[in-house]
């Protein structure tokens, strides 16, 4: 899990990122059935464009269109999240049995900032 950090301490990149760190944005986003859906269907309908590639999800959060990808096909997703829901979607891919070495997918978490 992340550092808290003091709010006299944080910077603007620093509230952006943990906008994203909150549940209640990525729920939205996944109770958002058509969008989700057409994700989802768009990857899967076309397996032959994920086939054997190399995925990178930038601004994973949650992980769902990493796991999208990695079961159209991917040989590896990467994804990268700068904000500490990183921390949940590990889990969450694990959860899924997304986390083997076929497959790949990791998530560079909230403690990279390159």
Known sequence: ???LLNPEEMTSRDYYFDSYAHFGIHEEMLK???RT???RNSMYHNKHVFKDKVVLDVGSGTGILSMFAAKAGAKKVFGIECSSISDYSEKIIKANHLDNSKTYLRVFS?????
């Open 110 to 114: 909230h403690g990279w900032r390159g």
């Open 37 to 39: 859906l057409t994700y």
């Open 1 to 3: 899990m992340s550092k």
């Open 32 to 34: 958002d059935e058509v």
